[in-house]
């Protein structure tokens, strides 16, 4: 059976230049009876993980690759021949080139990671850029095709340069192997493609290169190219009607069948990329953990300081005679952790918490599930006793199911910083990061570009956006859930430039605009993170980043911890110091009771405000409704105001329960 597959890819994580969702892509290449197909985001690996999941499950082979920028001379320089600009003639550009690499194997892989994240550490300059030299670094197991029409032969032959372009073929060649590197055609009717295709074959044959044929693919099916052309016009700030915009030339640049290709590139050709299909040999496995190596201050092993100190802080914390009860369930949760591999965890945040109580930051008493733990009560992570409040281990963590602790820890707004460079000084620069978010384009947004995009009037969009139904819980509706509503679906079906808005609307819904940083999320590594996954830096003044998401690097096996400023620490803070300052009293949050009757006849008002957790208006709504008398009964109002109880009548079942 004849067959090839598409080694040049953009999915959206090409961030408004590439239009095609990765299980859409996968999906496309089963129906075309592909094997495998590649990933090839521009300047970046985002896609991988998600990319190989869905490819194993589809049964298509996941082949992992970037479109790379390139620097034309080093990726250490900054001048304006390196800043991507207008050209100074039409094929002379600035900026760097384009280079096609794929993951061989998991040498390459790795390697691969690691020229990504230096491309943006060491090379960002407008793109994050690789050279030569560090191909060379890094060449072992990976594969290297020429490139689109902005490579570097490309380039040299389209200014008629043969010379040039022979050596830069040859050179690259030299540095990852002959077998491993190919000359990439492409021929979507342009002029340009269609000018240097014999002149790159050439170079293949001087070179003894094999010819690899690809598809620019910027989008999954041929009806998808207005609604990346509309993406285009969001991304270059223009609208349909503005002269001599950013476009595409044609509609060819989706996911060809084999047919198709073979209507321009010969049988031969094409069988080379499957040549390529069984040269990848890429098996990837996250099970094991890489918690930082926490400095012992004794000759005793992680495990046993661990143990130490876990009994040390529940003699604290419940006499020196501890009651058989605190034994049994201390014993349960050691002997759980152990079994997990989860001692350096509670010694890496205890002493983060540690830091910052002797560093005079105030640090919150703990949520989630990790207050329901005892040794999180032992080791000062949290200050709430899980038995006196009836508390379960096993929404932390649960025996024989293998999934990483998630604590969540709270400092005063104001200090935050302070503690992740505490993190930074003692684990290492390298070794800690912030992490990733890829923020996609709603519904409401969608809608707004949409109408930009189409040349019609701001009021246009905004009049439909603001048919949108707010959030409900944080859930926000997409424009499926939004053709539900009345008003909304009377706008698409009676008025034409609704419909057309809303229409264009669909094309734009969840694509990835940019990338931004978790709010609290940090991951510390035991070795530095390049080892495990890619980062990102975007210039000097700017943190680094992981290039995957949270799900993503827990997945990795890598320590998360989700540090969180609350402002409403700072403000208790503040009060503390101020109440001592002018009385002389100095306030024991601790000592604090929780049945403060005064308290609670505020709250059954709804005076809130300022209470973190019980200040938004749905909470304080519920809260009168309730009329909480306890720290139990505040409990429950935190655990019935979420989307599932609510959604299910349970709050309300719960209020007339509890008035009878």
Known sequence: MKNWTNLHNHTVFSMLDGHGDVEQYLTRAKDLGMLGLATTDHGNIHSWLDFYDAGIACGVKPILGSEMYQARKSRFDRDEEERSGPSKNEWEQRGPYHITILAKNNVGY????????????????????????????????????????????????????????????????????????FIEIQNHGIAEQLAIIPDLIKVANHIGAKIIPSGDCHYVHQRDAHAHDIMLCVATNSNIHTPDRFSFSGDHFYLQSYDEMASVFSEDQLKNTMHVYDMIDLKLDFGDIHFPNFPIPTKESSTEYFERLAWDGLREKYGQNLPQNIIDRAQHEIRVVKEMGFPEYFLVVSDLVRWAKSNDITVGWGRGSAAGSILSYAFGITNLDPIKFGLLFERFLVEGRKSMPDIDLDFDDRHRDKVIEYARQKYGEDKVAHICTFNRTGAKQSIRDAARALGLDYASGDRIAKLVPPPVLGVSKNLNDCMQVTEFSAAYSTEENSKLIIDTAFGLEGVVRQTGIHAAGIVISKEPLIEYLPVMKKGADNPLVTQWDMGRVEQCGLLKIDFLGLRNLGVIDQCIKTVEKRTGQKIILDDIPLDDENTYKELCKGNAMGVFQLESAGMRELMIQMQPRSIQDIMALISLYRPGPMGSGMDKLYIDRKKW
Request: hydrophobic letters at 35%; proline letters at 1%; charged letters at 20%.
């Open 110 to 181: 790795h390697n691969i990671i690691k020229m990504s994240s230096k491309a943006f550490t060491e090379g960002y300059y407008v793109k994050p850029r690789v050279d030569h030299d560090l191909i060379s670094q890094h060449s072992e197991g990976i594969i290297v095709l020429s490139g689109c029409l902005n490579g570097e032969v490309s380039q040299a032959l389209l200014r008629k340069d043969y010379k040039t372009a022979l050596t830069h073929a040859a050179n690259m060649q030299q540095i990852v192997g002959k077998e491993n590197y």
